[in-house]
């Protein structure tokens, strides 16, 4: 195996025997030959597309292959063997109706759009077709940054059509980027040019979202989140699909067991089309990496909608289900109802023989700050900067995880001068979001969006900033860009800052592994990027820009 994706890669070099996130080394290989063989089903999509024929199934069907290699989504080897099988299927399927649609199919002669086998030889073949094959280093980089921008960009789409909104530009560009990507002779222009263009996509996807959202749910709404427990059985849902969530509050109302969020499920809170439910009671614990304690005293199972799932440890490996694109051998799937929907009977009939669950912390927590709330605050906003009683506004949008250096972000909110304010989305905020930092004239210090896709609400603020104040570049506003990364979803957000403009941003807690020297320069020279030093260094470089 050879997997560089996230920012906990060994040696932040690569993993190679076995993954940090305990991705096993077969699992990792026919995650790169899935990949590789949805780029020749691309190619002959693409064609399909053309012609104008019904390419739908084809389009999900890719979009949740590529979610499904996100880091912490899926560690099921038949589940991808099975996948696999079915990408070969449609394959063919759509060949056949491209050329009786009187297609031509010529043109495709690249090896993923013919290589056949069975499941005995997946993973030699896996281990031909994975990022360490490609010679030039540079190159290898920029088809890295390429294909784990459209692994973040696939789990937005997935998000977004499971609440059926759906653009065929996104599918469209998302498959001619996987075919773009198998050709390494590209320059390294070309591939610079394939990557803004992906994050000016990676916008439209993440507005798509955010319709999808707000129009299915309501604008997220000023919310005081409770994080203590009540006395009934319950179950925690985590992850990131909202679709799950109103299911399981519909299923679970009136049953006696009582919902929680954990992780990035807590923005679900701030929905109003959710907040009316009295079983809904609030969110426990904290990011994705203290599942392996969180779940253990939550007593209830649990139900993981999307990543960040760790391997779980026995003694609660009973009681968690998994939807959608995650996967794990051995635990229950959610089975769907004939009428398509997800049948959550068998997790309520659990919850109802588990002891409630255990306190670990008690209070509230605030939220609900994405871009229609800010907006109607905005005159305060813009008189606290204009007034001085706002001095800067810091971007802390991304991920969290169990790597000690990120104790950086808890110690640079800490130490922030009390005039500014923090911007975050995503489950970096639980390094901070529970830290008494006051608020300047009643705006809170931490102003939480919601998930690591309402990023896009940030973006919509700054720009709405930009006009108020009439000014001509984005990077005027006192905005800084501090973001914590950790797996593809912020690969896509970086490259939607980067096509919107935003420049400086720095990110940490260290630098992508994909990125090799050269890339990185052109990063630095022509986006202003940086990685982070120390909270004291750092805060005065920031407040000094
Ligand atoms: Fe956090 Fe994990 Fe949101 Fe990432 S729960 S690091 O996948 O998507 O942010
Ligand atoms: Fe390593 Fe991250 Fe890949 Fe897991 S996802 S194998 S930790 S680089």
Redesign the pocket.
């Known amino acids: 195996m050879f997997c560089h994706q996230c920012q906990e890669a060994a040696k932040n070099t690569g993993c190679t025997k076995i993954g940090i996130c305990g991705k096993s080394s077969d699992v990792s290989n026919l995650q790169d030959l899935l990949i590789y063989l949805l780029r020749g089903l691309s190619a002959y999509n693409k064609e399909a597309r053309a012609l104008k024929l019904d390419t739908n199934e084809v389009d999900q069907f890719i979009t949740e292959g590529l979610f499904t290699t996100?880091?912490?989504a899926n560690f099921d080897k038949f589940g991808f063997i099975k996948r696999i099988n079915k990408t070969l299927e449609l394959r063919n399927k759509v060949k056949e109706e491209v050329v009786k649609a009187g297609g031509n199919i010529t043109g495709i002669t690249h090896d993923a759009a013919h290589w056949i086998g069975t499941e005995e030889t997946f993973e030699e073949k896996a281990r031909m077709v994975g990022f360490d094959h490609i010679e030039n280093e540079d190159v290898r980089s920029l088809i890295s940054l390429a294909i784990f921008g459209l692994k973040g960009l696939a789990?937005y789409t997935e998000h977004a059509f499971n609440l059926g909104y759906e653009e065929d530009e996104i599918y469209s560009f998302m498959q001619e980027a996987l075919v773009a990507t198998l050709d390494t002779s590209k320059s390294a222009e070309e591939l610079v040019a394939l990557n803004m263009k992906l994050g000016e996509i990676g916008v439209k996807a993440m507005a798509l979202l955010d319709k999808a959202n707000t129009t299915s749910y309501g604008h997220p709404e000023i919310t005081k989140v409770n994080i203590g427990v009540r006395s009934n059985p319950a179950i925690l849902i985590s992850?990131?699909d909202l679709k799950d969530m109103e299911e399981l509050l519909k299923q679970t109302e009136g049953s006696g067991v009582d919902v929680y969020t954990h992780?990035?499920m807590l923005p679900a809170n701030y929905y109003p089309a959710f907040k009316k439910y009295d079983h809904f009671v609030g969110n426990y614990g904290n990011?994705?990496w203290k599942q392996d304690q969180e779940f253990e005293s939550f007593n209830g199972p649990i139900l993981m909608t999307?990543?960040?799932l760790v391997p779980p440890k026995d003694s609660y490996k009973d009681r968690v289900y998994v939807t959608g694109a995650v996967g794990f051998t051995g635990l229950k799937e959610i089975p769907l109802r004939a009428d398509g929907t997800k049948d959550f009977s068998e997790i309520i009939q659990q919850a109802k023989k588990c002891q409630a669950p255990i306190e670990i912390e008690k209070g509230e927590i605030i939220g609900g700050f994405a871009h229609n709330t800010v907006l109607s605050l905005a005159d305060k906003v813009v008189d606290a900067v204009k007034s001085g009683a706002i001095k800067q506004f810091f971007v802390m949008a991304?991920?969290?995880?169990r790597m000690k250096s990120r104790d950086y972000y808890t110690e640079f909110a800490q130490a922030l001068p009390k005039d500014t304010v923090i911007l975050t989305a995503?489950?970096?905020k639980y390094k901070y979001n529970k830290l008494s930092l006051g608020d300047i004239g009643g705006i809170p210090r931490v102003l939480d969006a919601g998930?690591?896709n309402d990023s896009y609400s940030l973006a919509v603020i700054a720009l709405k900033l930009k006009e108020v104040f009439q000014l001509n570049d984005i990077n005027d506003l006192p905005i800084s860009y501090n973001i914590a990364w950790?797996?593809q979803?912020?690969v896509i957000v970086l490259l939607a800052l980067l096509y919107l403009g935003v420049k400086n941003i720095h990110l940490g807690p260290t630098l992508p592994a994909f990125l090799s020297p050269n890339v990185a320069k052109v990063l630095v020279e022509n986006f202003g990027i940086g990685g982070i030093t120390n909270v004291e260094d750092d805060i005065n470089m920031f407040m000094a820009q």
């Open positions: 996100i880091t912490n789990a992850g990131h992780s990035e990011a994705w999307t990543n960040c991304g991920c969290d995880g995503g489950c970096a998930q690591c950790y797996e979803k912020a």
